[in-house]
């Protein structure tokens, strides 16, 4: 039962792992502009004093997002006896500024998740990758499945990282339907929420 501390509506599928493994979950709920609210998380971080604390940054599923800066804030703010996961999987699609640094806490109080599935467009190859201190990956690595990736992933997954200049005009097609999608909600009287 030891206690994780998330936000009510954030990605679901993570909230089914805690209920599995028996953690106690902690749901904070949004803020009225519907991002996730990181002073409710962190109140709840020092009251309930998590192994854990899970931010989806953009947000899945509301699309909303916060600047690196005020995730870093906001990590600093946690216990320190709480890691935090940051889930970056919408991350390319987000707006500059909004990706943490590539530098890590050499403490593991820190872990960010990356996946091919969005930007890169390879969800049938079911590849992502973490981001942590080096002694966080070596205790993952005593738990993780030895054939989780074939080499036709990791081959997609390397060439998607090499072709920029595709992750660019797919980044751009997807901005430009966003706002297709605002226009068309405002016509009909169904605003949308920036993402």
């Given at each position: 039962g030891d206690a994780v501390v998330t936000s009510r509506g954030a990605y679901p599928t993570f909230n089914y792992?805690?209920?599995?493994?028996?953690g106690e979950l902690t749901a904070v709920p949004f803020r009225a502009d519907h991002h996730e609210d990181l002073e409710g998380l962190a109140e709840a971080a020092w009251a309930e004093r998590p192994k854990?604390?899970?931010l989806s940054n953009p947000d899945n599923p509301m699309g909303t997002w916060h600047p690196a800066s005020a995730v870093a804030a906001f990590h600093a703010s946690l216990p320190p006896d709480a890691t935090l996961l940051v889930d970056e999987a919408y991350?390319?699609?987000?707006?500059?500024?909004?990706?943490?640094?590539?530098?890590?806490?050499?403490?593991?109080?820190?872990?960010?998740?990356?996946?091919?599935?969005?930007?890169?467009?390879?969800?049938?190859?079911r590849i992502g990758y973490l981001v942590a201190a080096g002694g966080t990956i070596q205790s993952l690595d005593k738990i993780r499945q030895h054939f989780g990736v074939n080499s036709v992933a990791q081959a997609g997954a390397l060439a998607s990282l090499r072709d920029e200049e595709h992750l660019r005009r797919v980044v751009a097609e997807v901005q430009r339907g966003r706002e297709e999608y605002y226009r068309l909600g405002e016509e009909v009287g169904a605003p949308a929420v920036r993402s």
């Open positions: 792992h805690v209920a599995a493994c028996g854990l604390v899970y991350v390319e699609l987000a707006p500059p500024g909004t990706a943490l640094p590539p530098e890590l806490p050499a403490d593991g109080s820190l872990v960010r998740l990356r996946t091919f599935s969005k930007a890169h467009g390879l969800a049938g190859l």
